[in-house]
């Protein structure tokens, strides 16, 4: 296994890949549940990025509580399944933290679980093509995974074993 100061930076980077995914994504999908027959300049571009924001902020929190409750070296689909929820979950902290006031009754829910589905659509997309992306020459086999970081990276963060 790598050292501790390689392991560190390695588990800041999945923080980091993870909430900057959740955050993108988040901003994409509220800018296409805006409508697509907006102009550019009347797409909820603040908005967007206020969730966007919030959701990063939430991703983050969500992934530090996966990595203190150690449910972190699991195999492709857990992990997905997983990243999936956290997005959908991100999404929705995002839509109720940007919301002035919050009450059950008057809050857009159909806008908010629109911006959660294409969200989580999108992060199922990302893992599914993450997944697929061709092993290096000179690797030797290696597990799939859903991350977007170089292989041995998601392995030192997550706490894989390297293989030999």
């Known amino acids: 296994m790598a050292g501790n100061g390689s ?9 980091i ?10 901003f994409f999908a509220t800018l296409l549940a805006g409508g697509t027959a907006a102009g550019v300049g009347n797409l909820p571009w603040k908005y967007s990025s ?43 902290a995002a839509s109720f933290a940007a919301a002035d006031i ?6 857009h829910w159909t806008a908010t679980l629109n911006v959660a589905f294409l969200a989580t659509l999108s992060a199922l997309a990302k893992g599914i093509l993450a997944r697929t992306t061709p092993a290096p020459a000179n690797a030797t086999t290696q597990s799939p995974n859903p991350s977007t970081l170089p292989t041995q990276t998601y392995k030192d963060a997550v706490g894989a074993t390297p293989s030999a």
């Not at 560190?8 to 923080?15: E, I, S, V």
């Not at 890949?17 to 988040?26: D, K, M």
């Not at 990063?56 to 399944?81: E, G, H, K």
Request: glycine share 4%; charged share 10%.
């Open 7 to 15: 392991n560190w930076r390695a588990m800041l980077l999945d923080f």
């Open 17 to 26: 890949e993870r909430a900057g995914w959740s955050a993108g994504q988040v």
């Open 50 to 92: 206020a969730l966007a924001l919030g959701a990063a902020v939430s991703s983050i929190v969500l992934t530090a509580i996966q990595y203190l409750t150690r449910i972190t070296n699991v195999s492709f689909w857990p992990d997905l399944l997983v990243r999936l929820a956290k997005t959908f979950l991100s999404s929705l």
């Open 102 to 107: 919050f009450n059950v009754t008057t809050f």
